[in-house]
């Protein structure tokens, strides 16, 4: 399980470089870059918009800048200096805290913001990890209950009017819905429009009951609009899978044993339905994720997503690449956790090589 | 007494069409069986491919709901109980199923999917006189009891259909209907389960209901053969009888069909024309006529009952002597 473990994060990093790689030759594919804006203002020089260039090597070649960035990643000019200052600020946890800026990467500063990338990434990676984790819960809770009833109702009416809604989500994509939300918000006034929480809350008590209330509130129909695309398709997965299961012969089996038909269904039917579904756990993740990115940007969630597309359209690069990482990484998460829980899950499969 | 007496048992499948789903149509899967079983006997079911003897075999067991028609074993009347009496009874008749690798829950251990069976009747006082049945089955099935602590796919098809078996036999049943037990297995490997089969038999007085559709394992194990024909049993009798010198017309076909091994034989291989008609919409009068050799015009229009053409040998032919 260990060997696993290492295993799996050593792979990570030859992802990592390659992804970073790639979006280093896509930025330079698109045309312009962040200073070509500068270029229209009078008060900017040619001399000193080259000199800017120059300083974030962007007059360089893209591997030439690839290859600053891996350098600076952890030994950039005055790493060293940087170390020290931190040694000398405070007597408590000073080798611990020098460890840490030693090891841990940094992503550079945001050209926009002035600010270390990964700082900016943290806090957006917190809001869209509570949009992607309630649109999971959303989905998931409503999908499962709801395949299941319609397997084990075949061909009746609720089996029908699930197939419909089934339907309808699956034909509706996920920007339209995002803009029927933000109308339906609009119109009957029940859920505030865009952000994470209401300005009145701007310095009260992070964990203060009425804040996190109106934190959930705000969250709520983004996450409804997130969860519906994926909700559809798994829904119709689990009924498909139960159906599968409920028609193979072990269940007869069970059946045959003389076991009640609840229990036929739980214990046999139901636990080798789901095992497929743990599979689609690990993409549902990567579909939440780029559904998050277009949520997001639709009904200003300030996300991952959106911070992303923001400097895209800016070409701050710093902030793209460590975006862009910080997306794979979870993605990467996501898959390892699909894997986990189809080994605890199937004692087929074992967790090897 | 009979162990089994099944009456008129007829299973017909609604076959639907389109989103609304109006039924249009039968299957006629069964079609007015009648059959008996006695305590210890095995009772050979043969017939081509979809003729239905599953379906026959698994609503006798109630796996499958009958559309009508009686089944009573051991004096209880199985197609009237409830859903709760009827699991309880289950105890007295199993099943083993065709297929060794899908029969076999893949997440459960061999302990525990046998072991089920026993918590489902509670035939062990505790866990450990339970675990101390699973063994002691898997012994009298041929396998080390090591065994119950693996899954099923760890195990070869033989071995799984010793499983099977073992799990048949943990709830101490009277009957085993045992569906084509060794189609799906290597035929050195079909001799070894047979022997098993009749090994326990001999053991524990077990009935048989032994489903094939090759006539050669089917004369080897039973005593007395039944040929079905879409749905409809065509003849019954013993099984020397009915493989020395079968009556119905199609039965002659089945027989002739089976390789011999003596070369002298004078037996000549009889080819039916067409295909089995459609068990939706089948043919008039006798079942079997457009296919039959020897068809007359009253086979046409005059559905043969089953008959006793000498003592103990039964046929549904117009024209058997
Ligand atoms: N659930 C069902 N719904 C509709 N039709 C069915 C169903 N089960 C079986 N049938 C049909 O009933 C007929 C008999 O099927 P059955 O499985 O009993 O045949 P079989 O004799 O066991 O064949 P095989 O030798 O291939 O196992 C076939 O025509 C089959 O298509
Ligand atoms: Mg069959």
Redesign the pocket.
Known sequence: MGQFLIKRVLHMIPILLGVSLLTFLLLDLTPGDYFTALENNPQITKERLDQLRAKWHLDESWYVQYGYWIKNLWFANGKLGDLKSQWNKEADGRVWRVIKHAVMPDFGDSLQYKQPSSQLITLRLWNTFMLSLMAMILAWGIALPLGIWAAVKKDSWVDRSCSGIAFLGLSIPEILLGLLALMFAYSTGWFPIGGVESDMYYGVDEWSIPRLMDRFHHLLLPAAVLAASSLAGLMRQMRSNLLDTLRAEYVTTARAKGLGEGWVIYKHALRNAINPLLTIFGYSLAHLLSGAFIVENVMSWPGLGRLTLEALQQQDYPLVVAAVLMATALLMAGNFVADLLLAWSDPRIRLEK | MSLLKVNNLKVY?P?KHGLFSRVKAH?K?VDGVSLHIEPGETLGLV?E????????GRSIIRLIEPTSGTVEFDGEQITELSGGELRSSRRKFQMIF?DPYSSLNPRMTVGQIIGEAIDIHHLAANSVAKEARVQELLKAVGLDPIYAQRYPHEFSGGQRQRIGIARALAVEPKLIVCD?PVSALDVSVQAQIINLLKDLQVQKGLAYLFIA?DLAVVEHISQRVMVMYLGKVVELADSQKVCREPKHPYSQALISAVPVVDPDSKRQRIILPGDVPS?IDPPTGCVFHPRCPVAEARCKVESPALREITPGHWAACHLAK
């Open positions: 499948f076959v299957v899967a017939g491919s979809g003729c239905g003897k599953t379906t026959l065709q084509e559709h068990p």
